[in-house]
């Protein structure tokens, strides 16, 4: 009797735990429908081999395609400065690159440019 009494209040309590989530859900969902945003919506037409290129790059970047768009724009207002001049592969690449060609040239570690 105890384990059948036991069984129906945690029955019940999942019905009543699945109701809760669901009314939550819609309510929630009305809420971010409803929420004021600073952010505002703007048709774009573009190319369509650019926004296949967008859509890629949002992939990879693990971003929306608006989210994707938003942040290239950010960059190409930020002052050359503060940009990064690539990936941080592309970086990598560039360094190997000036470190082979200073070696090439004798400024390795055995190299004249080295300290005595």
């Known amino acids: 009797m105890c384990a059948m009494a036991f069984l129906s209040c945690s029955t019940l309590l999942g019905v009543f735990n699945v109701a809760v989530c669901l009314v939550a859900r819609k309510h929630f969902a009305w809420i971010i429908r409803n929420m004021p945003s600073e952010d505002v919506q703007t048709n774009l037409r573009l ?3 650019l926004k296949e290129r967008l859509v890629e790059a949002a992939t990879n970047n693990k971003r929306s395609l608006s989210a994707e768009v938003a942040s290239r724009l950010e960059e190409s207002f930020m ?23 200073l070696v090439a040239r004798g400024w390795g570690p055995e190299g004249k440019g080295r300290a005595q």
């Open 79 to 101: 002052h050359p400065k503060d940009r990064l001049p690539g990936t941080p592969e592309e970086i990598n690449a560039f360094v190997e690159g000036i470190v082979e060609g």
């Open 47 to 49: 190319p369509a081999d």
